[in-house]
């Protein structure tokens, strides 16, 4: 089970620390990955991490502003996002891959959260 936290409304230029909390699996075995969701678009890639924490990519839009890591020992990614723009509004999701790279094709992924709401307001 994979259960997200740390969403909210904030302004522009503010700061927001998503956390992933995974239960009932081997979490240091999977690469763990984020994906946010706007109204009437499909999922989309925002940053993904492979279960050594050696290999990270990040989609473009959020290149130098998001950072994905992990705490293998708390079973836990965060997603901290920083200079947050009207253009973060999303749903985030956070997903597993056993033994994935954490790269952006969402169809490796094997486990998904319920979602956490950002909304970045100007």
């Known amino acids: 089970e994979l259960v997200e936290s740390g969403g909210g409304s904030v302004q522009v230029g503010n700061s927001l620390r998503l956390s992933c909390a995974a239960s009932g699996g081997a979490f240091s075995s999977y690469a763990m990955a984020w994906f946010r969701q706007a109204p009437g678009k499909d999922h989309t890639f925002v940053a993904g991490?492979?279960?050594?924490?050696?290999?990270?990519e990040y989609a473009d839009s959020v290149k130098g502003r998001f950072t994905i890591s992990r705490d293998n020992a708390k079973s836990t990614v965060f997603l901290q996002m920083n200079s947050l723009k009207p253009g973060d509004t999303a749903t985030y999701y956070c997903?597993?891959?056993?033994w994935g790279m954490g790269t952006s094709n969402k169809e490796l992924y094997d486990y998904w959260g319920q979602g956490t709401q950002v909304t970045v307001s100007s």
């Open positions: 991490i492979n279960w050594a924490a050696n290999n990270i």
């Open positions: 997903a597993a891959a056993l």
